[in-house]
């Protein structure tokens, strides 16, 4: 039974492109792939609390010697890498902030990008997901020969990131000017559906 962990941050809710185009996906992943499990968390609700002293002293400090307080800490990491390491596939939702990614994102890869547990000392990825999504919506066009292409840093980042800790086969969806539906020349529903079979065939 295949395992497709679905990571969200947008912060637009039920309002956001992401997010929406990241349903569509799942519910065509679930038609391929009968009686697998979906695993959603969405960083914007959940509130992930970002690295601090007492998750740094429990990620590097052996169990049996950690305090109370670094075990705490590194419980949400903990939990957090074992989903990821138990998860056939990953697909990752989320807006493009200042050519970056969300805190939120950031602070869900800070917790599983971990020494010893994704990644070795000689930097060799742990984590056996087959494969990857990640769906970016952004106000301004960045796709392969935009004007502002270069000025991409987030899928970028993502795929060096995903590549570091294991996962190599990345698939990018790019929902580019979405601008449109808060400026009123076009609504989400029609903004979506002309990403509809780009998203449908991609879970397929």
Same mark, same amino acid.
């Given at each position: 039974?295949?395992?497709?962990?679905?990571?969200?941050?947008?912060?637009? #809710?039920?309002?956001?492109?992401?997010?929406?185009? #990241?349903?569509?996906?799942?519910? %065509?992943?679930?038609?391929?792939?009968? #009686?697998?499990?979906?695993?959603?968390?969405?960083?914007?609700?959940?509130?992930?609390?970002?690295?601090?002293?007492?998750?740094?002293?429990?990620?590097?400090?052996?169990?049996?010697?950690?305090?109370?307080?670094?075990?705490?800490?590194?419980?949400? !990491?903990?939990?957090?890498?074992?989903?990821?390491?138990?998860?056939?596939?990953?697909?990752?939702?989320?807006?493009?902030?200042?050519?970056?990614?969300?805190?939120?994102?950031?602070?869900?890869?800070?917790?599983?990008?971990?020494?010893?547990?994704?990644?070795?000392?000689?930097?060799?990825?742990?984590?056996?997901?087959?494969?990857?999504?990640?769906?970016?919506?952004?106000?301004?066009?960045?796709?392969?020969?935009?004007?502002? %292409?270069?000025?991409?840093?987030?899928?970028?980042?993502?795929?060096?990131?995903?590549?570091?800790?294991?996962?190599?086969?990345?698939?990018?969806?790019?929902?580019?000017?979405? !601008?449109?539906?808060?400026?009123?020349?076009?609504?989400?529903?029609?903004?979506?559906?002309?990403?509809?079979? %780009?998203?449908?065939?991609?879970?397929?």
């Amino acid at each position: 039974m295949a395992t497709l962990l679905r990571i969200d941050a947008s912060s637009r #809710g039920d309002y956001s492109v992401s997010k929406t185009l #990241g349903k569509q996906f799942t519910a %065509e992943w679930e038609k391929n792939n009968v #009686g697998g499990k979906v695993i959603t968390h969405d960083t914007t609700q959940e509130k992930l609390p970002f690295v601090d002293l007492p998750w740094i002293g429990g990620a590097y400090t052996p169990v049996e010697k950690q305090s109370e307080q670094q075990q705490a800490a590194i419980k949400v !990491s903990d939990d957090l890498v074992d989903e990821l390491l138990a998860a056939d596939e990953l697909l990752i939702t989320t807006p493009m902030y200042n050519f970056s990614i969300p805190a939120s994102l950031k602070a869900w890869i800070d917790h599983v990008v971990r020494l010893n547990r994704t990644f070795t000392p000689d930097y060799k990825g742990l984590v056996k997901t087959k494969k990857a999504w990640i769906i970016m919506a952004s106000g301004g066009e960045y796709g392969p020969g935009a004007y502002a %292409e270069g000025y991409n840093m987030a899928t970028t980042y993502l795929k060096q990131i995903l590549g570091f800790i294991g996962i190599t086969d990345v698939e990018i969806i790019l929902a580019g000017n979405t !601008s449109g539906i808060d400026q009123g020349t076009t609504t989400l529903p029609e903004y979506v559906s002309k990403h509809a079979d %780009e998203v449908v065939s991609a879970a397929k």
